[in-house]
Structures are given as structure tokens and as C-alpha cells.
């Protein structure tokens, strides 16, 4: 039974098309928090032959060079735990923007909007790890080639 408070959803398609664009511009913002999230913890030093300073450079070389075994999975945890700290500050009226898009998307099962939001974010910050470009910190960089 639905609540009587609750509009009746609207045909998914005009869901997303009235709300894709928030849902880009917030899910950029968010993506932001998450990378600052993962800026701010020291690199565990299993690359060292990278000057890694953070976790974010660890992040984004192990989704750009491929899996480490153990490693990776610790990583990919670590990153959707600051996904998921960063969705927990949504505040509720967004939050419900999030549920109709995941509505929209057609996931109903539990709380809809923040395993959406979630699972939107690791992509986004997943797709930033992969577009970032690493070769300044390798050990073998030449800064003064670049000039």
C-alpha cells in the first residue's frame, strides 16, 4: 500500500529526463567529496615505485593497471565506504529525488535511493581514478621535459 502523501510516480523516462541533469551536476559534487575523502588518508606504500601520497593515487592506479589481488578489493571497499559516508549527507529532500530516479531506473528493493546514489557514485569516481593521469609520479618523471 502506498502513502496517501506520495504522488503517484510519473512514466520513468520523464523521471530521468526532468531530473538528469541535477542528478549529473549533484553526483559531480559528490564525486568531489569522495576524492577529497580519499585525498586526505595516507597511501598504504604498496606501490613504491610510485610516489603516491594519498589513498586516491593508490585508488586510481589500481583501477588503471588492473587487479593486485587482495589489494584491490581493500581499496574498492575503502572507496565505497567513502561513497556511502558521502551519500549519508544527502539531505532527505534530495534523497527523494534519489528514490524516484532509482524508481525510475527500476530498483525497489530496500532503501532504493542510497544503494542508487551509491552505486552512481563508485562509478563516477571510478571513471575520474581511470581518466587521471598518473605519469608525474613515477619515479622516472622528468618535470623539466614538460616545460
Given at each position: 500500500?502506498?502513502?496517501?502523501?506520495?504522488?503517484?510516480?510519473?512514466?520513468?523516462?520523464?523521471?530521468?529526463?526532468?531530473?538528469?541533469?541535477?542528478?549529473?551536476?549533484?553526483?559531480?559534487?559528490?564525486?568531489?567529496?569522495?576524492?577529497?575523502?580519499?585525498?586526505?588518508?595516507?597511501?598504504?606504500?604498496?606501490?613504491?615505485?610510485?610516489?603516491?601520497?594519498?589513498?586516491?593515487?593508490?585508488?586510481?592506479?589500481?583501477?588503471?593497471?588492473?587487479?593486485?589481488?587482495?589489494?584491490?578489493?581493500?581499496?574498492?571497499?575503502?572507496?565505497?565506504?567513502?561513497?556511502?559516508?558521502?551519500?549519508?549527507?544527502?539531505?532527505?529532500?534530495?534523497?527523494?529525488?534519489?528514490?524516484?530516479?532509482?524508481?525510475?531506473?527500476?530498483?525497489?528493493?530496500?532503501?532504493?535511493?542510497?544503494?542508487?546514489?551509491?552505486?552512481?557514485?563508485?562509478?563516477?569516481?571510478?571513471?575520474?581514478?581511470?581518466a587521471r593521469n598518473l605519469d608525474r609520479y613515477?619515479?622516472?618523471?622528468?618535470?623539466?621535459?614538460?616545460?
Amino acid at each position: 500500500m502506498t502513502d496517501p502523501d506520495t504522488p503517484p510516480i510519473a512514466d520513468p523516462e520523464v523521471v530521468v529526463a526532468l531530473l538528469g541533469d541535477w542528478e549529473r551536476a549533484r553526483l559531480r559534487e559528490l564525486r568531489r567529496k569522495v576524492i577529497h575523502r580519499l585525498s586526505r588518508m595516507p597511501a598504504s606504500g604498496m606501490f613504491s615505485e610510485y610516489r603516491y601520497e594519498s589513498l586516491w593515487g593508490e585508488y586510481a592506479h589500481d583501477v588503471q593497471n588492473g587487479d593486485h589481488e587482495d589489494f584491490s578489493l581493500m581499496l574498492h571497499d575503502m572507496a565505497e565506504d567513502a561513497c556511502e559516508a558521502v551519500a549519508e549527507t544527502v539531505p532527505p529532500h534530495e534523497m527523494r529525488l534519489f528514490d524516484r530516479l532509482a524508481e525510475a531506473c527500476g530498483e525497489t528493493e530496500g532503501m532504493a535511493g542510497i544503494s542508487y546514489l551509491v552505486g552512481r557514485l563508485k562509478e563516477e569516481v571510478s571513471s575520474a581514478a581511470a581518466a587521471r593521469n598518473l605519469d608525474r609520479y613515477a619515479d622516472d618523471y622528468r618535470w623539466y621535459e614538460n616545460l
